[in-house]
Protein backbone atom coordinates (compact mmCIF):
# COMPACT_ATOMS: atom_id res chain seq x y z
CA UNK A 1 0.00 0.00 0.00
CA UNK A 2 2.98 2.33 1.19
CA UNK A 3 4.52 1.88 -2.42
CA UNK A 4 1.28 2.61 -4.75
CA UNK A 5 0.83 6.07 -2.37
CA UNK A 6 4.14 6.60 -2.90
CA UNK A 7 4.04 5.94 -6.49
CA UNK A 8 0.95 8.38 -6.53
CA UNK A 9 2.33 11.03 -4.95
CA UNK A 10 5.23 10.50 -7.42
CA UNK A 11 3.07 10.70 -10.33
CA UNK A 12 1.89 13.71 -9.16
CA UNK A 13 5.00 16.03 -8.57
CA UNK A 14 5.92 14.94 -11.70
CA UNK A 15 2.72 15.52 -13.57
CA UNK A 16 3.24 19.41 -11.75
CA UNK A 17 6.66 19.50 -12.64
CA UNK A 18 6.17 18.81 -16.53
CA UNK A 19 3.13 20.98 -16.16
CA UNK A 20 5.06 23.76 -15.00
CA UNK A 21 7.94 23.43 -18.03
CA UNK A 22 5.87 23.27 -20.74
CA UNK A 23 3.71 26.68 -19.34
CA UNK A 24 4.11 29.32 -22.04
CA UNK A 25 6.18 32.36 -21.59
CA UNK A 26 5.42 33.79 -24.99
CA UNK A 27 6.61 37.27 -25.42
CA UNK A 28 4.65 38.90 -28.05
CA UNK A 29 7.38 42.15 -28.59
CA UNK A 30 10.76 39.97 -28.44
CA UNK A 31 9.19 37.85 -30.86
CA UNK A 32 7.69 40.42 -33.51
CA UNK A 33 11.24 42.14 -33.13
CA UNK A 34 13.05 38.90 -34.11
CA UNK A 35 10.61 38.45 -37.19
CA UNK A 36 9.74 35.02 -35.36
CA UNK A 37 7.05 33.17 -36.83
CA UNK A 38 4.04 31.39 -34.37
CA UNK A 39 6.49 28.41 -33.65
CA UNK A 40 9.75 30.98 -32.45
CA UNK A 41 11.10 30.48 -36.25
CA UNK A 42 12.20 32.11 -38.96
CA UNK A 43 14.55 31.59 -42.48
CA UNK A 44 18.75 31.99 -42.10
CA UNK A 45 20.96 31.20 -45.34
CA UNK A 46 23.65 28.70 -43.57
CA UNK A 47 26.76 28.86 -45.23
CA UNK A 48 29.78 25.78 -45.51
CA UNK A 49 33.13 27.36 -45.98
CA UNK A 50 35.37 24.79 -47.67
CA UNK A 51 38.99 25.47 -48.50
CA UNK A 52 39.09 27.25 -52.18
CA UNK A 53 41.00 26.96 -54.97
CA UNK A 54 43.48 29.48 -54.65
CA UNK A 55 46.86 27.41 -53.40
CA UNK A 56 49.32 30.09 -54.75
CA UNK A 57 48.58 32.97 -52.52
CA UNK A 58 52.09 33.75 -50.37
CA UNK A 59 51.81 33.44 -46.39
CA UNK A 60 51.74 37.30 -46.27
CA UNK A 61 49.21 37.56 -48.97
CA UNK A 62 46.87 35.04 -47.39
CA UNK A 63 47.82 36.96 -43.52
CA UNK A 64 46.30 40.06 -44.96
CA UNK A 65 42.93 38.80 -46.88
CA UNK A 66 42.23 36.48 -43.70
CA UNK A 67 42.39 39.76 -41.70
CA UNK A 68 40.05 41.21 -44.36
CA UNK A 69 37.86 38.27 -43.72
CA UNK A 70 37.79 39.02 -39.65
CA UNK A 71 37.08 42.89 -40.63
CA UNK A 72 34.37 41.88 -42.96
CA UNK A 73 32.77 39.00 -40.13
CA UNK A 74 33.17 41.95 -37.66
CA UNK A 75 31.12 44.34 -39.96
CA UNK A 76 28.53 42.09 -40.74
CA UNK A 77 27.66 41.44 -37.47
CA UNK A 78 27.32 44.93 -36.42
CA UNK A 79 25.22 45.43 -39.35
CA UNK A 80 22.94 42.30 -37.91
CA UNK A 81 23.90 40.12 -41.26
CA UNK A 82 25.15 37.91 -39.72
CA UNK A 83 24.35 35.61 -36.40
CA UNK A 84 26.74 33.27 -35.99
CA UNK A 85 30.05 32.76 -37.74
CA UNK A 86 33.31 30.31 -36.54
CA UNK A 87 35.85 28.18 -38.19
CA UNK A 88 36.21 24.41 -37.57
CA UNK A 89 38.47 22.67 -36.06
CA UNK A 90 41.27 21.00 -38.42
CA UNK A 91 39.49 18.01 -40.59
CA UNK A 92 39.85 15.86 -43.66
CA UNK A 93 37.05 17.38 -45.67
CA UNK A 94 38.32 20.74 -46.18
CA UNK A 95 35.70 22.36 -43.93
CA UNK A 96 37.06 25.98 -42.85
CA UNK A 97 33.78 27.27 -40.96
CA UNK A 98 30.25 28.72 -41.06
CA UNK A 99 28.07 31.72 -41.70
CA UNK A 100 24.65 31.90 -40.75
CA UNK A 101 22.98 34.63 -42.67
CA UNK A 102 20.10 36.56 -41.09
CA UNK A 103 18.48 36.88 -44.58
CA UNK A 104 15.95 34.83 -46.07
CA UNK A 105 17.26 34.10 -49.92
CA UNK A 106 19.94 32.59 -51.79
CA UNK A 107 20.23 36.08 -53.26
CA UNK A 108 20.70 38.10 -50.34
CA UNK A 109 23.70 35.89 -48.58
CA UNK A 110 25.42 35.87 -51.96
CA UNK A 111 26.01 39.69 -52.08
CA UNK A 112 26.96 39.25 -48.19
CA UNK A 113 29.63 36.15 -49.24
CA UNK A 114 30.55 38.60 -52.46
CA UNK A 115 32.16 41.10 -49.35
CA UNK A 116 34.35 38.71 -47.81
CA UNK A 117 38.21 39.31 -49.08
CA UNK A 118 39.27 35.58 -48.89
CA UNK A 119 36.15 33.90 -50.63
CA UNK A 120 37.12 37.21 -53.55
CA UNK A 121 40.60 35.21 -53.67
CA UNK A 122 39.49 31.84 -53.99
CA UNK A 123 41.01 31.61 -50.56
CA UNK A 124 37.78 29.86 -49.48
CA UNK A 125 34.81 28.91 -51.48
CA UNK A 126 30.80 29.41 -49.88
CA UNK A 127 28.39 26.73 -50.18
CA UNK A 128 24.99 28.24 -49.51
CA UNK A 129 21.62 26.31 -48.23
CA UNK A 130 18.33 28.06 -47.03
CA UNK A 131 17.82 27.05 -43.19
CA UNK A 132 14.76 27.40 -40.60
CA UNK A 133 15.92 28.22 -36.95
CA UNK A 134 14.60 29.35 -33.81
CA UNK A 135 14.93 33.55 -34.17
CA UNK A 136 16.34 33.62 -30.97
CA UNK A 137 19.86 33.04 -32.31
CA UNK A 138 20.06 36.86 -33.62
CA UNK A 139 20.58 37.38 -29.75
CA UNK A 140 23.98 35.34 -29.88
CA UNK A 141 26.40 38.01 -30.33
CA UNK A 142 24.29 39.86 -27.46
CA UNK A 143 25.07 37.60 -24.99
CA UNK A 144 28.74 36.80 -27.02
CA UNK A 145 29.86 40.18 -26.13
CA UNK A 146 28.74 39.69 -22.27
CA UNK A 147 31.16 36.66 -21.43
CA UNK A 148 33.56 37.34 -24.23
CA UNK A 149 36.61 39.09 -22.33
CA UNK A 150 38.97 39.32 -25.33
CA UNK A 151 37.43 40.99 -28.44
CA UNK A 152 38.69 39.48 -32.17
Known sequence: ???????????????IGISQETESKYDENLAKSLNADERGMKKY??????????????KEETQKLFEGHM????????????????????????????????????EEAKTLVATDPAIQA????????????????????KIHEKISKKKI
Open 45 to 58: VFCLLKTGTNTTAS
Open 71 to 106: SNINKLAKEGKLVVAGPFMKNDRNYRGIYVFNVETI
Open 122 to 141: KLLEAELTPWYATAALQETL
Open 1 to 15: MKKIILSAVFLCITA
